[in-house]
């Protein structure tokens, strides 16, 4: 197909657009960049996702096109909940204006009461817990969420990713990279960096390698049926304190 497109481009209709995605960047020697650029009316276009405070300037803009208005603390409730995905995030922003109408602007109690990643903060607030070693609330948390009906393997995960970052965060620090590039490489958001980075401190890189091996050996065991699912999270909490 792609050794027939350049022939087939100039036989194009005028009325007719033809449009390609790829979902990484083409290099120069690409058929399809090759055709773009040789064409009169080709082109190629770049659509990278925003990272870090460019979502909360994506969120304020994407209500201000929609007619509505809302407020700082909300847009940075609802970037840091939803993250940079893009499609997801204009769902909510849809939700929450039609929720609050022309009247006012959305407050972050509407964000708390809409958007149902906000109802998931507990998770947040868990693995932030084990990232200051507060054990005790980790445990605390980590019982309402199984009895809430969150599935261990989800926490799981969550857990997972929350200190593969910090042992990131922390790694980069050794070598030296700023607190601005190290939330631009891991597409952090500024909130979220800015929490991570103070946890980082408490552990050393030893310290979050094991942690990481651990949870690994514990996601394997899980999943081969060596331990039940409770049982392996209420054992790591416990074990992070050491």
Not at 171 to 200: C, F, N, W
Request: charged residues 30%.
């Amino acid at each position: 197909f792609l050794q027939h497109l350049e022939e087939y481009l100039d036989r194009l209709p005028e009325t007719t657009r033809l449009v390609f995605v790829e979902r990484s960047d083409t290099k120069k020697s690409n058929l399809l960049h090759k055709c773009a650029s040789k064409s009169d009316h080709g082109y190629i276009r770049k659509f990278t996702p925003p990272k870090g405070g460019a979502i909360d300037r994506w969120i304020t803009e994407r209500v201000r096109e929609k007619g509505g208005r809302i407020e700082p603390r909300a847009v940075n409730l609802l970037a840091t909940f939803v993250g940079n995905d893009l499609r997801l995030l204009d769902q909510e922003i849809e939700k929450l204006l039609t929720y609050v109408g022309e009247e006012r602007p959305v407050a972050k109690a509407d964000v708390e009461l809409l958007v149902s990643y906000v109802r998931e903060a507990d998770i947040f607030e868990m693995v932030d817990a084990l990232g200051r070693r507060d054990i005790r609330r980790a445990m605390e948390l980590l019982h309402r969420l199984l009895e809430g009906g969150q599935h261990p393997l989800y926490l799981l995960y969550m857990i997972t990713r929350q200190f593969r970052i910090l042992l990131q965060i922390k790694e980069l620090l050794a070598k030296g990279t700023s607190r601005e590039d190290i939330t631009a490489l891991l597409s952090l958001h500024p909130y979220v960096a800015q929490k991570m980075m103070r946890q980082a401190p408490s552990f050393s890189i030893a310290e979050l390698e094991d942690i990481y091996h651990r949870l690994l050996e514990l996601d394997v065991a899980v999943k081969t049926g060596g331990m039940q699912e409770p049982l392996a999270l209420s054992l790591f909490v416990a074990e992070v304190r050491r």
